[in-house]
């Protein structure tokens, strides 16, 4: 297949991931979704590309619903050829989030009743039914915009309780979910560090933990009550009475704060022989 140097570039790295005729279908479903306006459906590319997409259109929707690949591999390749663009002893900046994809049909995997936060307010609750994905992605600077942008990398399906009851499975939620991504990035890129940043709901005690755990290469950065109770570990058990799940408290996040030593920027003054170098 001929590509653009440019398109070539970008998904000539993702082709492991495929076998030879999933990849020369998935190329073209990528392109065309490019060009494609309006809803991005395996119908309405098909539409765009014409007589450029070889082979009967039933190949092209399996692309995404029977053929072999693995979208975890694929994830991971899309990850190492972002993060060839940073700097190595740059820290990867991460943001983790969730979203509702409304699906109704009657036949939807892992579909449930989610609230959406949205068109919620704090006296009426929207909600949508469909699928809850967790979503973990890397802040990219582009040269022709002042914000970064987030390029989503992996992704999980969150599952409600109801579900994982009734199928029998031990239930997740978005912030265990959100472990379970940062922990493939840290398997798949050791030489790296990384720096999550989180609402509220992610600044949990299961994703605090996993990432005081491995503080080296995993900084975590999230809301916080200014008013919380912040509690030391619990001591050890003396082996008398029922064990301490609490420990001794320590200063609230506002005390902190107001205790903490204030940096200010200080300019050095420049002399006049180095400004005559420069």
């Not at 990849?23 to 979704?33: I, N």
């Not at 991460?94 to 409304?102: E, K, S």
């Not at 199928?167 to 379970?180: E, I, K, N, S, V």
């Not at 755990?213 to 058990?237: F, G, I, M, Q, Y």
Request: charged share 20%; proline share 9%.
């Amino acid at each position: 297949m001929i590509l653009p140097t440019r398109a070539a570039a970008v998904l000539l790295p993702l082709s492991p991931a495929f076998t030879a005729p999933t990849f020369e279908r998935f190329v073209l479903l990528a392109l065309s979704a490019i060009l494609t306006t309006g809803r991005r459906t395996v119908a309405n590319l098909l539409r765009t590309l014409g007589r450029l997409a070889p082979g009967h259109r039933t190949s092209y929707q399996r692309v995404l619903s029977a053929a072999r690949w693995s979208g975890l591999a694929l994830a991971c390749r899309l990850c190492r050829l972002v993060l060839c663009w940073v700097p190595a002893g740059r820290p990867i900046l991460l943001v983790g989030d969730d979203t509702v994809g409304g699906h109704k049909g009657k036949r939807v995997y892992g579909k449930a009743r989610h609230r959406d936060p949205v068109r919620s307010t704090h006296t009426y609750t929207a909600w949508r039914y469909g699928h809850r994905w967790v979503v973990l992605a890397v802040l990219v600077h582009f040269p022709f915009a002042k914000r970064p942008r987030a390029l989503p990398v992996l992704v999980a399906l969150y599952r409600s309780a109801e579900d994982d009851r009734r199928r029998g499975r031990p239930h997740c939620t978005p912030a265990q979910l959100l472990c379970r991504l940062l922990a493939v990035l840290l398997h798949r890129f050791p030489e790296r560090r990384f720096v999550v940043v989180g609402d509220s709901g992610y600044g949990a005690h299961e994703v605090a933990r996993f990432c005081h755990a491995r503080r080296a290469r995993l900084t975590l950065v999230s809301k916080l009550h200014p008013e919380a109770n912040l509690l030391e570990p619990p001591p050890p058990c003396a082996g008398k009475g029922r064990p301490r799940v609490k420990g001794a408290a320590l200063p609230k996040p506002s005390a902190a704060a107001a205790r903490a030593r204030r940096r200010r920027a200080v300019v050095r003054p420049t002399s006049p022989a180095c400004a005559t170098r420069c």
